[in-house]
Each structure stands twice: as C-alpha cells, then as structure tokens.
C-alpha cells in the first residue's frame, strides 16, 4: 500500500499498559497511519462513539472489561471496525474457540511492527473490499 493510502487507515491502540500503547501508536503514527491510543475498553467504546477507527488493536487481557468482552461489544455495535486482538498469551487459541464474530485477527506480543503493519494493511483492503461488494 503506498504512503498515502497508509494516512487514510485509523487505529485505535486499546491497551491497559500505557507505556506500550502510546508508543505503538506513535510508531504507527510515523508510518503515515492516522493512530490513536485509549487505555481501557471503556474508554475504547466513548472513542468509538465519536469516531470508529478502520482497524482496532485491543489487549486481550485488559483490568476490568477483557479484550475478549470488548471484542464482542465492538463487533456487535461496529461490525465495520476490523479488530486485531493483542495477547502476550501463545495459546491464544484455546481462548477464542466458540467465538464466531467476522472481521479479527491477533497477534502476538511482542509486537513486530512489520507484520503488524501489513496486517493492518490486509485488514483495511478486506474491509474496503467487502464494502464494495455490498455496494455492488
């Protein structure tokens, strides 16, 4: 995806460890991506209201609501918002058996900011071409 295809894609870094989330966001930031960090799936849901990202980054283990609730909230009120879960967890597997909601991916931590970026990238031409096809 070239460079200015890159600034049109938001991301919304979702990520109780504050230190990680915002450099992650200011590293996607300087990729041309137009980045954003919150530090709790409540504050996930207000950024959301305002304005839905076009890929989400949400911790999988969060205090309070988990990554995994959360996902389910977003997908059930912004089905569009392609959400890559973040885990430190290897067998993230076992976790997300029976959840059967379109639109996700993970990654594991840490976080390799190539493969992270061409996720987004897949993520984002998904997301556009099934709204094309639902528009056709």
Excluded: C, W
């Amino acid at each position: 995806m070239t460079e200015a295809g890159k600034s049109k894609t938001s991301v919304l870094v979702v990520d109780n460890e504050v230190e990680f989330a915002s450099t992650l966001a200011e590293r996607l930031q300087m990729r041309g991506y137009n980045a954003a960090a919150v530090y709790s799936a409540e504050d996930a849901y207000e950024s959301l209201k305002e304005s839905a990202p076009d890929v989400m980054l949400l911790d999988l283990i969060m205090p309070g609501t988990s990554g995994l609730e959360a996902l389910m909230t977003v997908k059930s009120n912004f089905p569009d918002v392609f959400v890559i879960l973040l885990t430190g967890h290897l067998e993230i597997e076992k976790e997300l058996e029976g959840i059967k909601v379109d639109n996700f991916s993970y990654i594991v931590k840490p976080v390799d900011l190539t493969a992270l970026t061409a996720m987004i990238d897949r993520a984002k031409t998904e997301m556009m071409n099934k709204k094309r096809l639902l528009e056709s």
